[in-house]
């Protein structure tokens, strides 16, 4: 039985939780695993939009630091999505969800291009929706991409997938003792500057008002418990 709440949503996933333990960027039974938690969610009837982040395979930021122009590596950051946002759609297709990639660049051989009104009609029509290369300009994360696609997809709200189970009030795996918050205003989480996702991203669902729901993806059925209102969490709203 799915959440009154929440109908439609937007799954963003860092790319990090694709990898494996050996460090490799996409792990086929990593990704499997990921896929079948959203593949639960989406039996329950939820309509779900997935965005995918590149982080395990490259970061335009961290390149620029070691000396990449900011924007080419940027770009290089989006395609790095492009291919998390295949394997993902891949290990759905495996175990029978019907799903479509989105680009916000178009490769019309590799994907199709983001169309709106055409993503909504996979939703209809009971697919997954995974959207590529955030918002499609340099400068910018796949957390702002999530935040925008949660807006234009009409999205109930926003579920940030991590390897880490919600939000805490310092690191916890550097600090001993750091509390999780339960709830949070958007308001808090910028200004004490906490690392959920980028500016942007929390302000674009404030100004929205899309709750973001911050857990574990990779604890086994802590999704489809999340969204039953169960199960360890932090929402931001
Ligand atoms: N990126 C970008 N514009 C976007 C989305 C992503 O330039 O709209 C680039 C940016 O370099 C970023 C990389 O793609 O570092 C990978 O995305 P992100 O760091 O958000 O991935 P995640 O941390 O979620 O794995």
């Known amino acids: 039985m799915t959440n009154p709440r929440y109908k439609r949503i937007l799954l963003?996933?860092?790319?990090?939780?694709?990898?494996?333990?050996?460090?490799?960027?996409?792990?086929?039974?990593v990704t499997g695993r990921v896929a079948e938690e959203i593949a639960d969610v989406k039996a329950q009837g939820y309509e779900l939009c997935v965005v995918v982040g590149g982080?395990?395979?490259?970061?335009?930021?961290?390149?620029?630091?070691?000396g990449f122009e900011r924007a080419t590596a940027d770009?290089?950051?989006m395609l790095a999505t492009v291919m998390n946002a295949l394997a993902v759609q891949n290990a759905l297709e495996?175990?029978?969800?019907?799903?479509?990639?989105?680009?916000?660049?178009?490769?019309?051989?590799v994907c199709e291009p983001f169309i709106r009104r055409r993503a909504v009609r996979h939703l209809e029509k009971n697919r997954v929706v995974i959207f590529a290369a955030g918002v499609?300009?340099?400068?910018?994360?796949?957390?702002s991409g999530a935040a925008l696609r949660a807006a234009e997809m009409n999205c109930d709200a926003l579920f940030k997938?991590?390897?880490?189970?919600?939000?805490?009030?310092?690191?916890?795996?550097?600090?001993a003792g750091a509390t999780r918050?339960?709830?949070i205003s958007y308001d808090t989480v910028l200004s004490k500057n906490l690392k959920v996702?980028?500016?942007?991203?929390?302000?674009?669902?404030?100004?929205?008002?899309?709750?973001?729901?911050?857990?574990?993806?990779?604890?086994?059925?802590?999704?489809?418990?999340?969204?039953?209102?169960?199960?360890?969490?932090?929402?931001?709203?």
């Open 55 to 66: 982080g395990n395979i490259f970061r335009g930021l961290a390149a620029a630091a070691k």
């Open 181 to 183: 918050y339960d709830t």
């Open 12 to 29: 963003k996933l860092s790319g990090e939780v694709l990898m494996g333990p050996d460090g490799v960027a996409i792990d086929p039974a």
């Open 197 to 237: 996702m980028d500016a942007s991203a929390v302000a674009l669902c404030r100004d929205s008002n899309i709750p973001i729901v911050v857990f574990n993806i990779r604890e086994h059925g802590n999704f489809a418990a999340v969204l039953q209102g169960e199960g360890v969490s932090t929402v931001v709203r």
């Open 94 to 109: 495996q175990i029978g969800v019907d799903t479509r990639v989105q680009s916000a660049i178009p490769m019309q051989s």
């Open 161 to 175: 997938g991590t390897s880490v189970d919600g939000i805490y009030d310092a690191d916890p795996k550097k600090v």
């Open 136 to 143: 499609g300009s340099p400068f910018f994360t796949t957390d």
């Open 75 to 77: 770009y290089m950051g």
